[in-house]
């Protein structure tokens, strides 16, 4: 029986034009051996691949190896503008070794993340990255036995799950350590959900600070339910009508730092004339807003490029001791913060 002139090229097919064993177009086309042919050989490859139409089978390939080259991606909310870079991060540096994501989004949810897990094993899925983990997830480490995984962005307590994250510790000791500067000593702080490692870990780096530089006798804190503008707004109000007088309000996030700002603006309280304001993550257009934010900058993309890296290391090397990366920030001082007078209070 003859082949349709349709059928889907092999690589025997590859093999026969190109004049070489089916072994060596094998290797040209698997990122992780195409240091074993010639670069002239690998050229004429995938130029014979390219004229074919040749798409990798990927159902052989599972049966072949046992790997079906996919990760898993669970991120918490993927309209939150922290996320999307971390995600094209998680992307690019999956292509680079010839894997795949499949995203889920969980809206916060841990029934959600539990049932996208699920959902996704039967897909024969390589790894996990988890974007998803609260610090006591009492789930996350029943999902991810027998599996490789690792969290970014976020990290869990006891998990034994490697990470990557971010200096939360530096990131906001950067902060207080510019407003105390600027001459601010009665500090205020929106804190992120203490169930999330963000959020505990800023507000933990505010008391710590406080203390170390003598600013205040107890943190003046109000505590986000969520990282977004109207928890922002609330914490503000919550702020303002404690009536402990503050010059500075250092906030876990920028989406905080928009909702503090919108809500002490409508009491006539101007960011920075009478308050200044700082936020965390330099999302997309910080330096935009009226004022444009004073924040840290978190460098979600390298997350993203790492957390992949990580975890197909962990795929093809069978790695079991946990490891965690903890990567840099830096403050992005803008005109959301200035200078202290005495005669200012909030």
């Known amino acids: 029986m003859t082949k349709s002139k349709h059928a889907r090229p092999t690589l025997k097919d590859l093999a026969?034009?190109?004049?070489?064993?089916?072994s060596t177009i094998s290797r040209a086309l698997n990122p992780n051996t195409t240091h074993a042919v010639s670069i002239d050989l690998m050229d004429k490859i995938k130029r014979a691949s390219a004229k074919r139409g040749y798409k990798p089978n990927a159902a052989a390939y599972l049966l072949r190896t046992n790997r079906s080259r996919t990760i898993g991606v669970v991120v918490p909310d993927i309209t939150d503008p922290v996320f999307?870079?971390?995600?094209?991060?998680?992307?690019?540096?999956?292509?680079?070794?010839?894997?795949?994501?499949?995203?889920?989004?969980?809206?916060?949810?841990p029934?959600?993340?539990?049932?996208?897990?699920?959902?996704?094993?039967?897909?024969?899925?390589?790894?996990?990255?988890?974007?998803?983990?609260?610090?006591?997830?009492?789930?996350?480490?029943r999902l991810t036995a027998g599996i490789p995984a690792v969290?970014?962005?976020?990290?869990g307590d006891g998990l034994g799950i490697s990470s990557v994250v971010h200096d939360e510790h530096d990131g906001f000791h950067r902060v207080l350590t510019h407003l105390a500067s600027l001459g601010h000593r009665a500090i205020a702080t929106i804190a992120g959900p203490q169930t999330i490692s963000t959020g505990y870990n800023r507000y933990s780096s505010y008391v710590r600070?406080?203390?170390?530089f003598g600013l205040l006798e107890r943190p003046i804190a109000s505590f986000a339910r969520a990282f977004n503008e109207m928890e922002g707004e609330r914490c503000a109000e919550?702020?303002?009508?404690?009536?402990?007088?503050?010059?500075?309000?250092?906030?876990?996030?920028?989406?905080?730092?928009?909702?503090?700002?919108?809500?002490?603006?409508?009491?006539?309280?101007?960011?920075?004339?009478?308050?200044?304001?700082?936020?965390?993550?330099?999302?997309?257009?910080?330096?935009?807003?009226?004022?444009?934010?004073?924040?840290?900058?978190?460098?979600?993309?390298?997350a993203g490029t790492e957390a992949a890296a990580l975890i197909?290391?962990?795929?093809?090397?069978?790695i079991e001791t946990p490891r965690h990366i903890v990567l840099p920030v830096e403050l992005i001082v803008r005109a959301s913060t200035r200078p202290?007078?005495?005669?200012?209070q909030s």
């Open 84 to 109: 999307p870079p971390i995600i094209r991060g998680i992307e690019d540096g999956l292509a680079r070794h010839g894997y795949v994501a499949i995203l889920v989004n969980t809206d916060g949810d």
């Open 16 to 22: 026969r034009e190109v004049g070489v064993h089916v």
């Open 111 to 141: 029934r959600r993340q539990a049932q996208a897990v699920e959902a996704l094993r039967p897909r024969g899925i390589d790894g996990l990255i988890l974007a998803s983990v609260t610090r006591h997830d009492e789930h996350a480490a």
């Open 209 to 212: 600070c406080i203390e170390e």
């Open 312 to 318: 197909v290391d962990i795929v093809e090397n069978g």
């Open 238 to 302: 919550e702020l303002r009508l404690a009536r402990q007088p503050f010059t500075a309000v250092a906030c876990a996030n920028d989406r905080l730092a928009i909702g503090a700002i919108t809500a002490f603006r409508r009491h006539g309280v101007e960011c920075p004339r009478d308050v200044s304001i700082t936020g965390f993550n330099d999302m997309p257009l910080a330096d935009r807003l009226s004022p444009a934010l004073t924040t840290v900058r978190v460098h979600h993309y390298k």
């Open 340 to 344: 202290h007078s005495k005669e200012e």
């Open 151 to 155: 969290t970014v962005s976020r990290s």
